[in-house]
């Protein structure tokens, strides 16, 4: 079973908006962190949102004002409302969960596979 699994990316003009997800499968434990990271062609992943298991969110200068984090603890889900995106918001979404397992005591920091934005101008 894959732990951290997002959804939600695709294609959209310049100004418009979408959601990301990202599931964390029932086999994770005491969620603590959830984030969201991206990654564009040539460039390093960089941090975009995080939000802790009590609601606190820190942003990147790039993204505040413009996207929301926010979490679903009872469907151990994450969310990324991405509004007003702009061309250099593209790259492959990333999230990230730290967490302990069933199968893992200590917290260890689980990734999904990725999903693609792409922000056409």
């Known amino acids: 079973q894959v732990p951290v699994v997002e959804s939600g990316g695709g294609l959209v003009q310049a100004g418009g908006s979408l959601r990301l997800s990202c599931a964390a499968s029932?086999?994770?434990?005491?969620?603590?962190?959830m984030s969201w990271y991206r990654q564009a062609p040539g460039n390093q992943r960089e941090l975009v949102a995080t939000?802790?298991?009590?609601?606190?969110?820190n942003y990147a200068d790039s993204v505040k004002g413009r996207f929301t984090i926010s979490r679903d603890n009872a469907k151990n889900t994450v969310y990324l409302q991405m509004n007003s995106l702009k061309s250099e918001d593209t790259a492959v979404y990333y999230c990230?969960?730290?967490?302990?397992?069933?199968?893992?005591?200590?917290?260890?920091?689980?990734w999904g596979q990725g999903t693609q934005v792409t922000v056409s101008s």
């Open positions: 990230k969960v730290l967490a302990r397992s069933l199968y893992v005591a200590s917290y260890t920091n689980y």
């Open positions: 029932r086999s994770l434990l005491n969620i603590n962190a």
């Open positions: 939000i802790t298991s009590d609601g606190t969110t």
